[in-house]
């Protein structure tokens, strides 16, 4: 589904997404379910997450694919965070900052003895900061994109 909105909300959305460090389909569904006066679960919030982060993680190889490295990078980033994220509600947790997000991944870490948890996770905000810089090379970017769906796919069995 596309959403499509008038200039000046588009940009106020943006904006507050970039100020809370939420992707606008995570604000557009809070916004929805306040709105609509309509609790999600949990449960629900963690399938959310996950399908969203499957989304963005097939976005990220289509960018790669076409040599957009700055969209792959934030895709994979997206993907990782709302993995993470995934985990999170799935344990009725909310994650709000990416401070919380890091605290997250490396509590989930200790937790599992996995200490490749905190590095996989470093190369996904490596891969956010290019999309502000764009100074990682295409090769580099290829083989995070391995570690990104290596690290998802450890967290997938966290959920299920």
């Known amino acids: ?25 995570e604000l557009v569904l809070e916004m929805l379910c306040r709105g609509l006066n309509e609790k999600i679960s949990s449960s629900e919030r963690a399938e959310a997450y996950m399908r969203l982060s499957e989304k963005y993680l097939v976005d990220a190889e289509n960018f790669l694919a076409k040599g957009d490295r700055v969209q792959a990078s934030e895709k994979m980033w997206g993907s990782a965070a709302l993995m993470v994220k995934a985990v999170a509600a799935a344990r009725e947790i909310s994650i709000l900052s990416h401070g919380e997000l890091f605290s997250f991944v490396r ?17 996904a905000n490596t891969l956010h900061q290019n999309f502000y810089e764009n100074w990682l090379h295409e090769d580099v970017i290829k083989e995070y994109y391995e570690d990104v769906k290596q690290f998802i796919a450890k967290l997938k069995k966290l959920i299920n």
């Open 107 to 123: 509590r989930l870490g200790e937790e599992r003895n996995e200490p490749e948890f905190r590095r996989l996770f470093s190369v």
């Open 1 to 25: 589904m596309e959403l499509i909105l008038p200039k000046r909300v588009e940009e106020k959305l943006r904006k507050e997404c970039e100020k809370t460090g939420i992707s606008v389909e």
